[in-house]
């Protein structure tokens, strides 16, 4: 027989799909296992059929949701159960749902065996003595069914400094957390009842799409409502509810607090999210507590929505791509081509970006937001880091990429050249606002991601950021900002001519300022007041007699490269050059 399960265009119940898939290839079995774009399809008998999905059904809750963090296996006391056909007790750490799976099912542990009530329990810890130590425990004591077992049970406690935290002795199973599900594979459709509201398909086992079922589908705080009208909740088929509980296999997440930020990757094509599986989890690691399960490459700490998915997109770049620089080899699994393929060709692959603050029980999502311009991301890293292009023809994706390597500022007196990239790592860092408390230090550090992620300029900002924070460098923050600002500038903004002429013009006037008898950095916070143009040169004017012959200024400042119309920008750049140069005058004279 064959049991199918359809790719049906949702991110969150594609993500199942493809975790389904992923996890059966790593079980035993003798079903045959198909995927296309657009489906799975798995052949074989009934009871084979049946016993796969249940094994991969294990496997999925034990790696996801009966989990111990580091803190709880370290945490005493440990649990423990009587096991009848070994005749021992059994102790356990505590088990909770980590990460995607805790907004999925957040649920306590419950019994996996049976459990007997104690006849006795003390309400305190009682101090005992046990080989010559003093002790301190609750106290408890099984009924005459298994009063046979009551000394052996102390002694168990005793020597391995357990307490008694439940209400009965647990038999023939540790507690664990387990999400029900049916697997209905062996059993031929009955009647159908109707069809499922998520795959369409028939089906005669159908489950509520509640809260519990479908947490981010589903009820208020749900991306999708399915139930906006107060109505019944829809019905889901047995398949659907089950593929809901691998979504955590395909996932990436971050934890700060009372959030979590999650990434899935998302493709209009089911091979094509399978064959990405494989690269994309290379950046997979496993974190002891499960805050995360991607190691950020960009260390310190980060709260917002959009820094993280920065963040996050960079540890895959980092992990993912080999690179050449300056001869040097950066270790990775893609070349450049290969890395674009798996971006770009085919279906494109996007990231679903989630943020869900954990209420009491619940969590509510205040983010979902899918991310589509992997290719532009990672180009222009490239760029950033200053990497050469691997000369290929016949490539039209290489054309894109012709700049790469020589972005420079003509007519400048710098020049960024291929091979001394920016570190993003630093630009990360120099973001960070550290006069601020907690969250705060990184509000404007996420205003200027969310900018770069959507494609827009950041000069305003990052004017603003390097005027109030206080630091005496900010060359790597100046050097990003001359490669990505003429990236995203189109049509009737700035043209390259004219920011150059503003930077060549704001260097000028900070290596003066700081070189100068005279010169005072409070010079540049006069000359950034300035809210009018003739203002703006008027100051100009004023700094030239100050500081003398120690300020020439370049003559096209005054054949039209700075107008009315782009007096606000030309200045932004101008003051971030100038800032930037009177540092580096100041650092170069205190050596
Ligand atoms: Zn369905």
């Known amino acids: 027989m064959q049991v199918v399960f359809p790719k049906i265009g949702h991110f969150w119940q594609d993500s199942g799909l493809v975790g389904l898939v992923k996890i059966l290839e790593e079980q035993e079995h003798d079903v045959t296992i198909n995927t296309d774009s657009q489906q799975l399809i798995l052949s074989g008998s009934g009871q084979a059929i049946q016993s796969l999905l249940e094994k991969a059904y294990d496997a999925v809750v034990e790696r ?93 406690l005793n020597e391995h400094g357990l ?25 031929p459709l009955k009647k159908a009842k109707g069809n499922c509201f998520l795959c369409g398909q028939p089906s005669d086992t159908f489950e509520e799409a509640t809260q519990t079922t479908f947490p981010l589908i589903t009820g208020t705080s749900g991306v999708l409502s399915f139930n906006p009208m107060a109505r019944n909740p829809e019905k889901v088929c047995w398949k659907c509810a089950f593929l809901g509980k691998f979504v955590p296999a395909n996932g990436f997440f971050y934890t700060a607090g009372k959030d979590i930020f999650a990434f899935f990757p998302y493709s209009a094509s089911l091979n094509k999210m399978l064959d990405a599986f494989a690269p994309l989890h290379e950046a997979e690691y496993q974190d002891p507590n499960y805050l995360c399960n991607f190691d950020n490459k ?13 963040a996050f997109l960079y540890t895959l770049y980092d992990k993912l791509f080999l690179r050449q620089s300056g001869g040097e080899e950066k270790s990775g699994l893609l ?90 790592a630093e630009v990360m860092r120099l973001l960070v606002d550290y006069r601020q408390e907690n969250e705060k230090r990184t509000l404007m550090r996420n205003r200027i991601c969310e900018r770069i992620l959507k494609k827009q300029s950041i000069l305003d900002l990052l004017e ?28 009737d903004s700035m043209t390259r001519e004219e920011q150059d002429a503003a930077v060549t013009l704001g260097r000028r006037i900070g290596t003066a300022v700081a070189k100068s008898e005279q010169g005072k950095k409070g010079d540049l916070f006069a000359l950034r007041k300035t809210r009018k143009l003739v203002d703006f040169l008027e100051q100009i004017n004023r700094l030239q007699f100050k500081l003398g012959g120690d300020l020439i200024i370049p003559p096209d400042l005054y054949e039209g490269k700075l107008t009315q119309d782009n007096f606000q920008e030309f200045k932004q750049f101008c003051l971030i050059a100038a800032l930037n140069s009177y540092y580096a005058a100041e650092n170069e004279s205190r050596k």
């Open 64 to 156: 996801y949701y009966n989990v111990s963090t580091r803190k709880q296996r370290e945490e005493t006391p440990y649990q423990f159960y009587y096991d009848s056909r070994l005749d021992r007790f059994i102790s356990f750490p505590k088990k909770k749902s980590c990460g995607i799976a805790e907004i999925i099912y957040n649920k306590a542990a419950r019994p996996t065996g049976s459990s007997v009530k104690w006849v006795y329990k003390s309400d305190r810890k009682v101090e005992l003595e046990y080989k010559g130590k003093k002790i301190r425990r609750t106290v408890a004591h099984l009924p005459p069914s298994h009063a046979h077992l009551q000394e052996r049970m102390d002694e168990f």
């Open 163 to 187: 307490d008694i935290t439940t209400a009965g002795l647990l038999l023939d199973g540790p507690n664990a957390v387990r999400p029900n599900v049916k697997i209905k594979a062996a059993a």
């Open 298 to 310: 960009i260390k310190g700490f980060f709260y917002h929505v959009f820094e993280i998915t920065f």
């Open 335 to 424: 070349n450049y081509n290969e890395l674009f393929g798996l971006l770009e060709d085919r279906a494109p692959l996007e990231f679903y970006v989630l943020h869900a603050r954990k209420r009491s029980d619940t969590f509510a999502v205040k983010t979902l937001w899918p991310f589509r311009e992997t290719g532009y991301f990672y180009r222009l890293m490239f760029r950033v880091e200053g990497h050469e292009t691997p000369a290929k023809t016949g490539d039209n994706r290489e054309a894109a990429g012709a700049r790469d390597g020589e972005t420079q500022i003509r007519g400048g007196e710098q020049k960024i050249r291929g091979n001394r990239g920016v570190q993003i």
């Open 464 to 491: 603003k950021h390097v005027y109030s924070v206080e630091t005496s460098y900010i060359k790597p923050l100046v050097d990003f900002l001359l490669i990505y600002e003429p990236e995203v500038r189109k049509g």
